[in-house]
Structures are given as structure tokens and as C-alpha cells.
T-cell receptor, first 110, second 116 residues
């Protein structure tokens, strides 16, 4: 089956700096890659996603890039704010099932 | 539009008991998936239901089961609870399954199960 690896597991940045989280996947059949933000005591919230026919997608301060050849995709958050502090999960969808990374705990220091 | 709802939000059970968790998907969504989330194992897929049929199953013992009703609401059941079943159980719904642009999953808040 698919294997999704996510790095780093923890990340601390100063407010206003950028944060980058990287994921790799193994199954070339994976064609959809969402990112979720999970705050304490809540369920994961979809923040951005990208399909395999697109290389980059941006939504305000958040962007995702996809390199199908290298089988990796990344989440970029610019101008970070304290409210960006949360756990972020990447996922890969094979067309049959979602596989999740192990999460990155992001702390934005005011 | 209301999001995915899960009941109850918190449960405390003892070993050997059984538990039933409920999930109501977003209106119009027909696919419901269940996940177990623990600090050590992350998000692990339990099963997926679509049109009242289990379409996919993760690597969990038979003590974990589920079903889906004609209104797309879903329940999962865990029998003979073990300490290791303590986790956050998440439900996610999507419009359909396996079709681009309609397979995006939206999660509920989860049910926190504690087994003593």
C-alpha cells in the first residue's frame, strides 16, 4: 500500500517567518494530496489540496507544491501568525483510500 | 451547511464493554470513512462506507465494525474493549468516492474514547 512520510515532526518559527512542511509518497497511483490543520480538541480541517495534474496551488498565505517525478509535496505558510500554531497532516489519495502522514506540530512564537 | 457531526463527543468505558459511535455526514455526502487517531500511531483508517456498503477496510481486528444507513448516517461499534482502544475516533465524509473533485474528505470533531 501507499506510504506517506512527513517531516519535520515539530517546527518552531518566529511570527512573520515562513514555515515549510514536506511529505513524500510511494504509490505513483496517488492523484490527490490534501493538507489538514488540527487544533487541540478538534477534528482535522482541510486547508488546501492539490491534484496530480497541477504543480502548485496558492490560497492567500498558504501554498502547496507537488513534484510527481520525485513523489513529494510541500506545504508553505508565509507570514506566520500565532493562530497558525497547530498540528498539520498531509495525505495522499490513491483513488481508493487516504493515507496520512504522522503530523507536524507547528508552533509560532509571538 | 452543517458540517460532519459526531456523537457522543466523549465516552468513558471499562475493559470488556462495547461501544457504539455515531456520525452524521454533511448533507448530500454519501461516503463516510472512520479513522482512529492516537499519539503513537497517528491517523489510521478503519473502514469506509458508501451507499450502505463497506467499500474498504483497514487493518483492524473484527472487534471493530460499522454500518451505514439509507440516510448516509454511519455508526461504528467496538466490542470487548481493550485499554489500547483509547483514542480519538474521527469520521470523515465526502460527496462520492473515487471520483476527482468529489472525493474531498471533511472531518468531524471526533469522539474521545477512554477505556479504563
Amino acid at each position: 500500500g501507499e506510504n506517506v512520510e512527513q517531516h519535520p515532526s515539530t517546527l518552531s518559527v518566529q511570527e512573520g517567518d515562513s514555515a515549510v512542511i514536506k511529505c513524500t509518497y510511494s504509490d505513483s497511483a496517488s492523484n490527490y494530496f490534501p493538507w489538514y490543520k488540527q487544533e487541540l480538541g478538534k477534528g482535522p480541517q482541510l486547508i488546501i489540496d492539490i491534484r496530480s495534474n497541477v504543480g502548485e496551488k496558492k490560497d492567500q498565505r498558504i501554498a502547496v507544491t507537488l513534484n510527481k517525478t520525485a513523489k513529494h509535496f510541500s506545504l508553505h505558510i508565509t507570514e506566520t501568525q500565532p493562530e497558525d500554531s497547530a498540528v498539520y497532516f498531509c495525505a495522499a489519495f490513491t483513488g481508493n483510500q487516504f493515507y496520512f502522514g504522522t503530523g507536524t506540530s507547528l508552533t509560532v512564537i509571538p | 451547511k452543517a458540517g460532519v457531526t459526531q456523537t457522543p463527543r466523549y465516552l468513558i468505558k471499562t475493559r470488556g464493554q462495547q461501544v457504539t459511535l455515531s456520525c452524521s455526514p454533511i448533507s448530500g455526502h454519501r461516503s463516510v470513512s472512520w479513522y482512529q487517531q492516537t499519539p503513537g500511531q497517528g491517523l489510521q483508517f478503519l473502514f469506509e462506507y458508501f451507499s450502505e456498503t463497506q467499500r474498504n477496510k483497514g487493518n483492524f481486528p473484527g472487534r471493530f465494525s460499522g454500518r451505514q444507513f439509507s440516510n448516509s448516517r454511519s455508526e461504528m461499534n467496538v466490542s470487548t474493549l481493550e485499554l489500547g482502544d483509547s483514542a480519538l475516533y474521527l469520521c470523515a465524509s465526502s460527496l462520492t468516492r473515487g471520483r476527482p473533485l468529489t472525493d474531498t474528505q471533511y472531518f468531524g470533531p471526533g469522539t474521545r474514547l477512554t477505556v479504563l
